[in-house]
Each structure stands twice: as C-alpha cells, then as structure tokens.
Antibody
C-alpha cells in the first residue's frame, strides 16, 4: 500500500524554525517527485515547494513568497522528504501535507504547525 | 503566477442532482489541470488528472473537461458522500490551486 506519513509539526514561536519530514512506503521513492502543500485553518490549499527525483536532476522549485524561507530536500536512503521552514510567521500556521508525483496523486495526512508567541 | 478562479464558491445541492464546477485559468495551460476532493479533516484526493482523465478508483459519476483556460468538473447524480470541497490545480507553470468550491447536500 502506498503511504506517506508526515511528522515534525508543533508549536513554535515567531522567528523560529522547524524541519518537517515525510516518510514514504509502498512505492519506489527515489523515482518520485515530492511536493509540500499547506492549508491554513479554514482556508484553501497552497503549494509551497517541490523536489524532483535525482534521476530528473533533483532540483527544487518554490512559489516566490516562500523561496527565501523554505527548503525542500530528500534522503532517498531513508525514503524521506523534508521541508525546512525558517523565520516562521504567524501566517505560516497550517497543516502541512506532502504529496507525491508531478500530479499530486497520493497525499499524506498532514502535520500541524502552529506559530504563536 | 497562474491564477485559477473557481465558480461557484459554494453550492447546495439535493442528492441525484447534477453538479458543475468551473475553473478558469489566468493564462492558457493546455490540459495541465487537475481536480481534487477534500472532505472535512481529510487530506485531498485526486479525482481527475489532465483535465479529463479519471484517477484510479474514482466513481464514474465524476468527469472533467476543458482545455486552454476553461475547465469543468461534473458530478452526475450527486450522492451524499460527495459533500466536500473541490479544488482545481494547475501544473503548467509552477503549481497553484483554485480557491475551492464547497458542495453541501440539502
């Protein structure tokens, strides 16, 4: 069964950092492009970053408004993708999902990040 | 950034009714448009990829159409379990989502 499990969320003060993890199983992780999408409370979906497979260059892409603060990486030996989120703001409070594929066909259940003093 | 605008924002529908949700892109995106369903407290689920291709396991009452800038998700004969928020999503240039359409069952 294809599965992805996010972890690493929690309560953090403004200006702080977190590293979120997404551990996958049930498919060949090294071939997969991995995305991160967030959803603020009561709001819609927002794409925040992607990393291609190493076979496709391993490059990352971000929307303009997070590209200086968010970093996506991967460790294929651990079947895990990461999202490093820095200089956190209250508006970064959200559920963070990982999703696999160029078209995001399989999603994890998400991990919650709360930014508050 | 490509902006996706869905309409309507909200729709209240009786069971067995047909539902149509539209998604308009701010510039042409070919058929790089996908549809997701999200139920409360659940992660999104892919319904339709590349405008009209049904994803594995999705009921046949869900269908998609369109190309260029105008796209449609149709739910034929709505069932109670289809109460959810539906999002369109483009992969032509970076990635963006529409604002969502909430479908409520009367």
């Amino acid at each position: 069964e294809v599965q992805m499990v996010e972890s690493g969320g929690g309560l953090v003060k403004p200006g702080g950092s977190l590293r979120l993890s997404c551990t996958a199983s049930g498919f060949t992780f090294s071939n997969a492009w991995m995305n991160w999408v967030r959803q603020a409370p009561g709001k819609g979906l927002e794409w925040v970053g992607r990393i291609k497979s190493k076979y496709d260059g391993g490059t990352t892409d971000y929307p303009e408004h997070v590209k200086d603060r968010f970093i996506v990486s991967r460790d294929d030996s651990k079947n895990t993708a990461y999202l490093q989120v820095n200089s956190l703001r209250t508006e970064d409070t959200a559920v963070y999902y990982c999703a696999t594929g160029d078209v995001m066909d399989i999603w994890g259940k998400g991990t919650t990040v709360t930014v508050s003093s | 950034e490509i902006v996706l605008t869905q309409s309507p924002d909200f729709q209240s529908v009786t069971p067995k009714q047909k539902v149509t949700i539209t998604c308009r892109a701010s510039q042409t995106i070919g058929t790089s448009l996908h549809w997701y369903q999200q139920k409360p407290d659940q992660s999104p689920k892919l319904l339709i990829r590349y405008a009209s291709q049904s994803f594995s396991g999705v009921p046949s009452r869900f269908s998609g159409s369109g190309s260029g800038t105008d796209f449609t998700l149709t739910i034929n004969s709505l069932e109670a379990e289809d109460a959810a928020t539906y999002y369109c999503h483009q992969t032509s240039s970076f990635r963006t989502f529409g604002q969502g359409t909430k479908v409520e069952i009367k």
